[in-house]
């Protein structure tokens, strides 16, 4: 077995491109989701070791110490970080000359022979599903036998192996909280909604719904939702409770948890007999006698994809969610004490200062507890980057998704709505948002019934407020 180091590199500071991160930039408040993507195939091979550099605050210098002892080493990148990494690989390389170092991530999967073309440093990157494809490698299997990558033979040629046949049985896959506990430090991990510490894992891959510019179901993931058992799911969150009993949160990042009412309710029931708080993913149209079972069996908050107010964006984006819908399940978790944190994109086909207005008037109306506002991102691979590219409203200057410094740019604009006034509406939507006299007794209000909400809010309002002076310099 080779000696085998998964990497997710060092980039700007704040960057939080995990393979977990739907929101590869620096974000308004300062967030680190775990690595789930590298720790999954870190699972599956023997003493290997996973660095997460970006939360663990680490610079090279004791990387390239460690890879002078290793045989392989596998880095996760993306779109926004595929350059910085490549330099990464090369100061691997040059640090042990008989590394064999691969990628892995959505950008490769898409992209892969223009991806070695630009990463001459890189010997081979996984496309779609990719841990089994890593276990293989670090096995000692000749490139040449392994499915689902693109390699470089030792004379420059790249080759194209056929694709590996996705995972259906996922009870087969290992629990990453092995790799969580030997390898990373639980309190580097922070998401503004989620309570501290927190974890998060996968119950299942893939998402069935279609929007245009969800990166993961489109590239690695696929549209079938394969899932876990919730007996398997119970177990490795037993595992965690004895490993982390300090735990305060668990959350669940597949695409849309809730895809699956009658398993999400047999999960929720599996919890329940732990007696542990959990949130996730969920689209904006759960039943509410779904939700009475999910509540009463430990929920605490749903992440919910909102998007847009505007009923013909949401067609547009084939979101396939109904406004008034997601009115009624809005309305339903407020009554039954679920808290949202809700996430909208501003710049999706279709938008106009009428419908930024609008979606604001929306969130506004409906409430979540928490938001947080992206801008629209055309990521290689998607549906939204193929309309962009064939329309024009993506140009190469803005390709890169974000600055130097890893905050989003504005990537796509339109004839009747530019760069600039897309960007500036974030923060239009940000202030008349969280600056109303109800939201900011709501923020007073649970701030002086918890020390630790003080402290925690006023550290967010900081960061949120350094954010905004960081947009207005780019």
Same mark, same amino acid.
């Given at each position: 077995?080779?000696?085998?180091? =998964?990497?997710?590199?060092?980039?700007?500071?704040?960057?939080?491109?995990?393979?977990?991160? &739907?929101?590869?930039?620096?974000?308004?408040?300062?967030?680190?989701?775990?690595?789930?993507?590298?720790?999954?195939?870190?699972?599956?091979?023997?003493?290997?070791?996973?660095?997460?550099?970006?939360?663990?605050?680490?610079?090279?210098?004791?990387?390239?110490?460690?890879?002078?002892?290793?045989?392989?080493?596998?880095?996760?990148?993306?779109?926004?970080?595929?350059?910085?990494?490549?330099?990464?690989?090369?100061?691997?390389?040059?640090?042990?000359?008989?590394?064999?170092?691969?990628?892995?991530?959505?950008?490769?999967?898409?992209?892969?022979?223009?991806?070695?073309?630009?990463?001459?440093?890189?010997? =081979?990157?996984?496309?779609?599903?990719?841990?089994?494809?890593?276990?293989?490698?670090?096995?000692?299997?000749?490139?040449?036998?392994?499915?689902?990558?693109?390699?470089?033979?030792?004379?420059?040629?790249?080759?194209?192996?056929?694709?590996?046949?996705?995972?259906?049985?996922?009870?087969?896959?290992?629990?990453?909280?092995?790799?969580?506990?030997?390898?990373?430090?639980?309190?580097?991990?922070?998401?503004?909604?989620?309570?501290?510490?927190?974890?998060?894992?996968?119950?299942?891959?893939?998402?069935?719904?279609?929007?245009?510019?969800?990166?993961?179901?489109?590239?690695?993931?696929?549209?079938?939702?394969?899932?876990?058992?919730?007996?398997?799911?119970?177990?490795?969150?037993?595992?965690?409770?004895?490993?982390?009993?300090?735990? &305060?949160?668990?959350?669940?990042?597949?695409?849309?948890?809730?895809?699956?009412?009658? &398993?999400?309710?047999?999960?929720?029931?599996?919890?329940?007999?732990?007696?542990?708080?959990?949130?996730?993913?969920?689209?904006?149209?759960?039943?509410?006698?779904?939700?009475?079972?999910?509540?009463?069996?430990?929920?605490?908050?749903?992440?919910?994809?909102?998007?847009?107010?505007?009923?013909?964006?949401?067609?547009?984006?084939?979101?396939?969610?109904?406004?008034?819908?997601?009115?009624?399940?809005?309305?339903?978790?407020?009554?039954?004490?679920?808290?949202?944190?809700?996430?909208?994109?501003?710049?999706?086909?279709?938008?106009?200062?009428?419908?930024?207005?609008?979606?604001?008037?929306?969130?506004?109306?409906?409430?979540?507890?928490?938001?947080?506002?992206?801008?629209?991102?055309?990521?290689?691979?998607?549906?939204?980057?193929?309309?962009?590219?064939?329309?024009?409203?993506?140009?190469?200057?803005?390709?890169?998704?974000?600055?130097?410094?890893?905050?989003?740019?504005?990537?796509?604009?339109?004839?009747?709505?530019?760069?600039?006034?897309?960007?500036?509406?974030?923060?239009?939507?940000? &202030?008349?948002?969280?600056?109303?006299?109800?939201?900011?007794?709501?923020?007073?209000?649970?701030?002086?019934?918890?020390?630790?909400?003080?402290?925690?809010?006023?550290?967010?309002?900081?960061?949120? =407020?350094? =954010?905004?002076?960081?947009?207005?310099?780019?």
């Amino acid at each position: 077995m080779m000696k085998t180091l =998964f990497l997710q590199p060092p980039s700007f500071d704040g960057f939080d491109g995990g393979a977990g991160s &739907r929101y590869q930039a620096k974000r308004e408040i300062k967030s680190f989701w775990f690595p789930t993507w590298l720790a999954q195939p870190a699972a599956l091979v023997p003493d290997s070791r996973l660095i997460d550099a970006p939360p663990a605050r680490m610079g090279m210098e004791p990387i390239l110490a460690d890879v002078k002892n290793r045989d392989l080493v596998v880095l996760h990148t993306s779109t926004p970080s595929f350059q910085s990494d490549v330099r990464v690989a090369q100061m691997l390389k040059d640090a042990n000359p008989n590394l064999t170092i691969g990628m892995v991530g959505a950008k490769v999967a898409v992209q892969p022979d223009e991806s070695l073309l630009k990463g001459a440093p890189i010997d =081979f990157v996984a496309r779609n599903e990719f841990d089994f494809t890593i276990q293989e490698i670090a096995s000692g299997r000749d490139l040449a036998a392994v499915d689902g990558i693109t390699w470089r033979g030792r004379d420059g040629a790249i080759h194209t192996n056929k694709d590996r046949a996705l995972i259906h049985d996922m009870d087969t896959l290992p629990f990453v909280t092995e790799v969580y506990k030997r390898d990373l430090r639980l309190e580097d991990y922070f998401i503004g909604y989620l309570m501290h510490p927190y974890i998060s894992i996968y119950t299942g891959r893939g998402c069935k719904s279609r929007c245009t510019f969800c990166l993961w179901p489109q590239t690695v993931g696929g549209h079938v939702y394969r899932t876990r058992s919730p007996q398997h799911v119970a177990a490795e969150i037993k595992l965690a409770m004895q490993y982390y009993p300090q735990v &305060r949160e668990f959350f669940f990042d597949d695409d849309t948890f809730t895809d699956d009412l009658p &398993r999400a309710e047999a999960i929720a029931k599996e919890l329940g007999k732990l007696g542990v708080t959990w949130s996730c993913n969920a689209k904006a149209n759960v039943p509410r006698k779904t939700l009475e079972v999910l509540k009463d069996n430990g929920l605490r908050l749903l992440l919910v994809g909102y998007e847009s107010g505007n009923q013909q964006i949401l067609h547009n984006i084939k979101k396939g969610m109904r406004i008034e819908v997601a009115k009624q399940f809005t309305k339903d978790c407020h009554e039954l004490g679920i808290k949202i944190h809700g996430t909208f994109i501003l710049g999706l086909p279709g938008e106009t200062k009428e419908t930024i207005q609008e979606t604001i008037n929306f969130a506004k109306d409906i409430n979540p507890h928490t938001l947080q506002v992206s801008l629209a991102a055309p990521y290689p691979g998607t549906f939204l980057h193929k309309q962009a590219t064939e329309n024009g409203w993506l140009d190469a200057a803005n390709a890169e998704l974000i600055d130097e410094n890893g905050v989003q740019i504005a990537p796509l604009h339109y004839p009747h709505l530019s760069h600039t006034e897309i960007f500036d509406s974030v923060e239009t939507f940000y &202030r008349k948002f969280y600056f109303r006299a109800p939201k900011i007794a709501s923020i007073v209000g649970e701030m002086v019934r918890s020390p630790q909400m003080m402290k925690r809010r006023l550290r967010e309002g900081v960061e949120f =407020f350094q =954010f905004l002076r960081d947009r207005h310099a780019a």
